[in-house]
C-alpha cells in the first residue's frame, strides 16, 4: 500500500489544499500537493493501524485533488486515471457494498409499514412541514436544499443522520413487538425534539432534512411523519455516477468505488422510488436536476406548489446563502446556477467502459427483483 511521506507534515499540507479545493482553488490545492512525495511504506509499523488510516486517507486525497486538478484544465485523460488510483486505494480499503442487505431492507420496510400504519392513531398536528430532499448523492439535492433555504418561510437543517438510525430502531424485533403507537410516537417526538434544538425559532411552515440516503427510509419517514412531503432529485444515470467517482466518498458510500456497483446503485435508487410511489405517490415529488438548472425558476414554482408556499425570487440566489452545508457539493452551490455540467460524461467518453450497459443490465434485473 503506497503512503505519503514529506519533509513538512503531509496531513497539514492535504488539509489546507481541501481547503482549496472548498474554495474552488483547484491550481493553489495542485501546488500544495505537488510538494508531497509517494513512496512505498518503509517507517509505519503495520501494527500501527491509526497511523496507517492516516497515511492511507491523506495518500487518497492526494490523488483526488490532483484529479480534480487536471478535470479542471481539461485534461481528462490524466484525471481519470487519478480517480482510478484513488478508487483502486479506497476498495482494497472499504471493500464492497453490501446490495443484498440494502435490497431485503426495502422489501422489510415496506411489509414493516404496511403492518405498522392500520395501528397507528391520529398523531397530534405539526406547526410546519417536515420535508426530505432525497435521491442520488450529486443530483442536485444540495442544489435544492440551498434555493429552497432562501426562503423566508424554510429553514433547511442540511443532513441529518437521524432517520437511517431510526430505521434501524423499527427494524428490531423489540420495537415490532412492542405498542407500535406509542413506540413511533416516541421516535417521532425525538425526532422533531432534536430538529428544534437545530434551530432559534420556529417562524417557519417548512423544515428540511436533506440526506440523500433517505430514500431508502422513505416507509420509516412515512410512519413517523405521515404529513411530511418527499423530494426526490434525480439526474443523468452517466453523468450522476461519473459526478460521484469524482468525489473522495467513504463511509455509506462503498458503492462509488467502480463502476459496477455504481450502475447498480442508481438502478436500486429508481426501483426503490418506484416501490415508495405505490404506498405515498401523492407525497413524493420528482425533481430533475437538468430542468431544475436550465429552467430554476420554473423549477423552483412547481416545488414551492407542492410544499404549499409562494414563489420568492431570493429562492434563485443560492450563492447568497451563507448558511454552508458541509457536503461534496459545498463549492458548487457557492456559485450562480449553471447548468455546464450536464453531459459532462461526454468528456469522459473513452474512459466509461461498459457504465452504460452495466446500467441498462441492471435496470433489467430490479424490474423482476420482487416478481
Known sequence: MPI??????????????????????????????????????EVILESDIDEQKKLNDAYISVL????????????????????NAAHSVQKSIYGCYDFPSMERNLKSDIKIYENIKPKLLKFEKLDY????????PRSGTSLLHQ???????????????EIPEIATKIRSSEFIESDSYESTYILRKAYIDYCASLVNDFCFQVMIDKLPHN???????????????????????????LSI?????????????????????YCFSQ???????????????????????????????????????????SCLNVHLNKNIINTSSRHQVQQPIYDSSINKWQKYSGNLGNLKE?????????????E
Open 4 to 41: 505519503v511521506t514529506s519533509s513538512k507534515d503531509p496531513f497539514f499540507i492535504v488539509a489546507r489544499a481541501e481547503m482549496c479545493l472548498i474554495r474552488g482553488e483547484f491550481e493553489n490545492a495542485y501546488l500544495l500537493v505537488k510538494k508531497i512525495k509517494i513512496s512505498d511504506p
Open 64 to 83: 483526488f485533488i490532483r484529479a480534480n486538478y487536471h478535470h479542471h484544465y481539461g485534461e481528462y485523460d490524466k484525471s481519470f486515471l487519478l480517480y
Open 129 to 136: 412541514t417536515p420535508v426530505f430532499i432525497v435521491g442520488m
Open 147 to 161: 434555493m429552497l433555504d432562501m426562503h423566508t418561510q424554510i429553514v433547511g437543517l442540511g443532513e441529518l443522520s
Open 215 to 241: 430514500f431508502l427510509y422513505i416507509g420509516t419517514i412515512m410512519l413517523l411523519f405521515p404529513e411530511s412531503k418527499i423530494i426526490f432529485c434525480e439526474r443523468d444515470a452517466l453523468d450522476n455516477c
Open 245 to 265: 467517482y469524482q468525489q473522495n466518498m467513504t463511509g455509506d458510500h462503498s458503492y462509488s468505488h467502480d463502476f459496477d456497483q455504481l450502475a447498480r446503485f
Open 271 to 313: 426501483y426503490a422510488l418506484e416501490q415508495w410511489k405505490l404506498l405515498f405517490e401523492k407525497n413524493i415529488l420528482i425533481v430533475r436536476y437538468e430542468e431544475m438548472v436550465k429552467s430554476p425558476e420554473k423549477k423552483l414554482r412547481c416545488v414551492l406548489d407542492f410544499l404549499g408556499l409562494p414563489y420568492e425570487d
Open 358 to 370: 452495466n446500467i441498462d443490465r441492471y435496470k433489467e434485473f430490479y424490474l423482476t427483483f420482487y
